[in-house]
T-cell receptor, first 117, second 116 residues
Framework: AQTVTQSQPEMSVQEAETVTLSCTYD???????LFWYKQPPSRQMILVIR??????QNATENRFSVNFQKAAKSFSLKISDSQLGDAAMYFC??????????????FGKGTKLTVNP | NAGVTQTPKFQVLKTGQSMTLQCAQD?????MSWYRQDPGMGLRLIHY???????DQGEVPNGYNVSRSTTEDFPLRLLSAAPSQTSVYFC???????????????FGQGTRLTVV
């Protein structure tokens, strides 16, 4: 079964500093999407950033950027100038296409990010 | 724009009771899905639908039923609640941007269900 692995259950960062969250995935497909979702204490799932596998350029959204290494099946999230509001659970997710046309979004187990003032 | 709306936000059930979690989206998305979130487990797919009249099982379908009579609605039914179904449930929808893969999922606010 295809999986998504987040090897850091918890991370912490000082306010204004940079932190990188790791994600690796297993796939035999060449075309797929990768996502990072943020889940604050409010429980809402918020899309942070997405990457299309056929695009070589790493996605960026303001202070959030990814390092997408397709051959290594690695998709890390870098948060620059960390803010208190960045404290949350972060989930890496992979959307795969399955034979027969079905679609499934597979999530990692999450990394809890703490931002220290 | 409401997006994905789930009701209720909180629910307590007794073992053996049945109930339906409601999910509605107003974005005309073809794809809808239900996930459960348990501590340390991430989100796991229960059931999904690629359009009205079409549903399929996900990773953890046992004890749950779904139907999709309209594009907008995708209710999740618990047939006979068990303590193992205590979890947070999320409904989500996605659209096809023109390629063969659906893009990001838009999530509802979740339902915290406790079965005692």
């Amino acid at each position: 079964a295809q999986t998504v692995t987040q090897s850091q259950p918890e991370m912490s960062v000082q306010e204004a500093e940079t932190v990188t969250l790791s994600c690796t995935y297993d796939t035999s497909e060449s075309d797929y999407y990768l996502f990072w979702y943020k889940q604050p204490p409010s429980r809402q799932m918020i899309l942070v950033i997405r990457q299309e596998a056929y695009k070589q350029q790493n996605a960026t959204e303001n202070r959030f950027s990814v390092n997408f290494q397709k051959a290594a099946k690695s998709f890390s999230l870098k948060i620059s100038d960390s803010q208190l509001g960045d404290a949350a659970m972060y989930f890496c997710a992979y959307r795969r296409w399955e034979q027969g046309g079905s679609e499934k979004l597979v999530f990692g187990k999450g990394t809890k990010l703490t931002v220290n003032p | 724009n409401a997006g994905v709306t789930q009701t209720p936000k909180f629910q307590v059930l007794k073992t053996g009771q049945s109930m339906t979690l409601q999910c509605a989206q107003d974005m005309n998305h073809e794809y809808m899905s239900w996930y459960r979130q348990d501590p340390g487990m991430g989100l796991r797919l229960i059931h999904y639908s690629v359009g009205a009249g079409i549903t399929d099982q996900g990773e953890v379908p046992n004890g749950y039923n779904v139907s999709r009579s309209t594009t907008e609605d995708f209710p999740l039914r618990l047939l006979s609640a068990a303590p193992s179904q205590t979890s947070v449930y999320f409904c989500a929808s996605s659209y096809n941007s023109g390629g063969w893969v659906y893009t990001e999922a838009f999530f509802g606010q979740g339902t915290r269900l406790t079965v005692v």
